[in-house]
């Protein structure tokens, strides 16, 4: 495939290899002194490249920005060689507060809580503290209840662009049942009157006790 500037595209790629985070077009772009279009453009060339060469990584945007991600053909290999972050498993009481979080956001504890049916205090303290879920705001027809919505790391973690980019709520639902009874407790949980804070709070008023089943690490 022939490339205009194959500086750049080296270049690009050196900062994708390098960098831990998502990354912007318009940052590349100032660093590289050259414009924002020419670098977006490199980088769908990139990505395209690697797909049609079936490479052992990918070139994704995700999270407003772009990051190399390993092949999903390679998981398993990968994950048997090395166990890091990306590889940690979470528990079935992570992911359903996590669906809920994500599903609903911002929504309290006690919202989670109505849907699980259980108490989910030490299962969301274990997401933020993973920085997957984050303080949003408080709720103040709630007892100025702490409200939660996910973060940057979390789509950048399950590889979305944006919260648009969710699957369907029945891809998480065993049966027609279930779908239809979170569906109704996630309307119940509709209404509230919100103040949402551009800067995480610390969680205050925290008194029940918490859930046991939290989330564990693979291996």
Same mark, same amino acid.
């Given at each position: 495939?022939?490339r ?48 049609e ?26 994950e &048997?060689?090395?166990?890091?972050? @990306? *590889?940690? =498993?979470?528990?079935?009481?992570? %992911?359903? +507060? #996590? ?16 849907v ?13 503290e ?17 409200l ?16 648009t ?5 029945? &891809?998480?639902a065993?049966?027609? @049942? *279930?779908? =239809?009874?979170?569906?109704?407790? %996630?309307? +119940? #949980?509709?209404?509230?009157v919100?103040?949402i ?13 918490g859930?046991?089943?939290?989330v564990?690490?693979a291996?």
């Amino acid at each position: 495939m022939s490339r205009e500037n194959t500086e750049i595209v080296g270049a690009i790629e050196a900062l994708l290899f390098v960098s831990d985070e998502p990354v912007t077009a318009s940052r590349v772009a100032k660093i590289l002194d050259v414009s924002a279009s020419a670098v977006e453009g490199a980088l769908r060339v990139l990505a395209a490249e690697y797909a049609e060469e079936n490479r052992g990584f990918q070139l994704r945007e995700v999270a407003g920005g772009w990051r190399l991600y390993t092949h999903p053909a390679y998981h398993n290999y990968v994950e &048997e060689y090395v166990l890091s972050w @990306d *590889t940690r =498993r979470l528990s079935q009481a992570a %992911l359903e +507060a #996590l669906a809920v979080v994500a599903y609903h956001q911002p929504v309290t504890r006690q919202g989670v809580n109505a849907v699980r049916g259980v108490n989910s205090e030490a299962v969301i303290s274990s997401l933020i503290e993973k920085g997957l879920v984050r303080e949003a705001g408080r709720d103040k027809n709630a007892g100025n209840a702490i409200l939660y919505g996910t973060t940057r790391t979390f789509l950048e973690r399950f590889g979305l662009k944006d919260l648009t980019e969710l699957p369907p709520l029945a &891809e998480f639902a065993p049966d027609p @049942d *279930t779908e =239809r009874a979170i569906r109704e407790r %996630l309307n +119940a #949980l509709e209404g509230s009157v919100l103040t949402i804070d551009e800067d995480d709070e610390d969680e205050t008023d925290i008194d029940d006790e918490g859930e046991r089943d939290d989330v564990s690490d693979a291996g």
